[in-house]
């Protein structure tokens, strides 16, 4: 826990293309952290809009950013953009270099894996999407949240999909303030999810369900396990 009396500079990235659910989610949780300062940065100042056509504005750009105590980087599909975008990348490495905390929420994850920062770690990210997580060196695991600490003694919170994003921004605000805060702001949120389904899993729902739900995205799961495939080539990484 970071002493209450230290001011938290949180920032979350934003993009086009990006699943707004895996911002919004956790910025519900982090904007409620005491003695913080959070803000959207995206590369530059205009308007984007998410998978679904939401409308977001960033607060400044990346390069208007200071150095950040926790980052939050949030997927979708625009994300296999900017897993070849040189200016983001090294954003991000720079800002993760100075970050006591890093929070990916759903292929969020796999961004970081593209800036080369999942070598020997564990890590989730979405359903579809976690079998790809060896290219960038990093150790699956079957969880809706996931947390690595490194030899720096950084904290990386790796959610699972899209709205999964809350629980690990849960669990990050527990680490930055504690669990009374935490379970504070989960009450401020009424978050105790009932869902009506028992299909929020590939392990849960029917098979007919999941056929077709990986059928609508194959292409995007194409795309991204080519450019794996390429950045593993490129990070040395051995992939049968």
């Known amino acids: 826990m970071i002493p209450p009396d230290t001011h938290l500079q ?33 590369p530059g100042p205009d308007p984007v809009r998410d998978v679904r056509g939401l409308r977001m504005l960033p607060d400044a750009t990346l390069a208007e950013a200071p150095r950040l105590d926790v980052l939050h980087v949030p997927g979708g599909t625009g994300q296999e953009a900017l897993m070849r975008d040189a200016a983001v990348l090294g954003w991000i490495r720079d800002q993760v270099a100075g970050a006591g905390h890093v929070l990916s929420v759903c292929t969020g994850a796999l961004v970081l894996g593209a800036a080369g920062l999942l070598v020997g770690r564990r890590a989730t990210t979405y359903w579809n999407a976690v079998h790809l997580l060896p290219f960038f060196g990093a150790e699956p ?19 699972a999909g899209v709205t999964a994003g809350i629980d690990g921004a849960l669990q990050l605000a527990a680490a930055l303030r504690g669990e009374e805060v935490a379970r504070t702001i989960q009450l401020g949120m009424q978050y105790a999810p009932e869902p009506p389904f028992d299909s ?16 609508a995205a194959a292409d995007i799961t194409a795309r991204r396990e080519a450019t ?13």
């Open 10 to 42: 949180i920032g979350s990235l934003l993009f086009e293309g990006l699943d707004q659910i895996d911002l919004t989610g956790p910025f519900e949780v982090l904007s409620r952290v005491p003695n913080s300062t959070y803000r959207v940065y995206a």
């Open 200 to 215: 929020g899993t590939p392990r849960t729902a029917a098979p007919a369900i999941v056929a077709r739900a990986r059928a």
């Open 228 to 240: 794996a495939r390429a950045i593993a080539a490129e990070l040395g990484i051995r992939i049968p």
């Open 141 to 159: 695991v079957d969880a809706r949240v996931v947390i690595d600490r490194d030899a720096d003694d950084r904290t990386w919170v790796f959610a």
